[in-house]
């Protein structure tokens, strides 16, 4: 059964630091991650897909890469913003099936 | 039309009512998911419907029902309810029902129960 853990479980920093979330999983025979944000009350809003043979995908301030041998991913948020606070979810996608595993989040606080 | 609607976004029923959720999507999307959310928890699959079809139904107590009457509608049926059932309930949908998707949820329907 695949396990996914998000660390660290919350998050504060200042405006403007750089940073990293980090996602692990048990199953290495992923067929894709993808990396979502939730606001408070709110539903999921997609941030990155990255398909089991890719290493990276970047969009804007985001990049998000994949080691799928050590069971890792990784988010990085550059410039973080005020506006970037909210919780962070990874969810990994199996290889037949749709039963999309999410870890418990990180929450992000971004301090003006 | 790149997204998924959820109505209501606000409901409050007795453990007598009989109420439903409404999700719809105009993507052309052939899965169709619910999710139970629990405050501070990450979302929990309930069911998918893939062309229509209920195809997973992950051990849901029978006083969740839910229906797909066509490839854009989506509903979850709730009757005799518990408290415990409060959460947000969030539907979501993908191009087919296989891992290879990117799913976009819906906003969510907050659910409580007295």
């Known amino acids: 059964k695949q396990e996914v853990t998000q660390i660290p479980a919350a998050l504060s920093v200042p405006e403007g630091e750089n940073l990293v979330l980090n996602c692990s999983f048990t199953?290495?025979?992923?067929?894709?991650l993808q990396w979502f944000r939730q606001d408070p009350g709110k539903g999921l809003t997609s941030l990155l897909l990255?398909?089991?043979?890719?290493r990276e995908q970047t969009s804007g301030r985001l990049n998000a890469s994949l080691d799928k041998s050590s069971g890792r991913s990784t988010l990085y948020i550059a410039a973080s913003q005020p506006g970037d606070s909210a919780t962070y979810l990874c969810?990994?996608?199996?290889?037949?099936?749709?039963?999309?595993?999410f870890g418990e989040g990180t929450q992000l606080t971004v301090n003006p | 039309d790149t997204e998924v609607t959820q109505t209501p976004k606000h409901l409050v029923m007795g453990m007598t009512n009989k109420k439903s959720l409404k999700c719809e999507q105009h993507m052309g999307h052939r899965a169709m998911y619910w999710y139970k959310q629990k405050a501070k928890k990450p979302p929990e699959l309930m069911f998918v419907y893939s062309y229509e079809k209920l195809s997973i139904n992950e051990s849901v107590p029978s006083r969740f029902s839910p229906e797909c009457p066509n490839s854009s509608l989506l509903n979850l049926h709730l009757h005799a309810l518990q408290p415990e059932d409060s959460a947000l309930y969030l539907c979501a949908s993908s191009r087919r029902g296989s891992g290879a998707n990117v799913l976009t949820f819906g906003a969510g329907s907050r659910l409580t129960v007295l």
């Open positions: 199953d290495s025979a992923i067929y894709n």
């Open positions: 990255i398909q089991s043979s890719q």
């Open positions: 969810g990994v996608g199996p290889r037949s099936g749709s039963r999309l595993t």
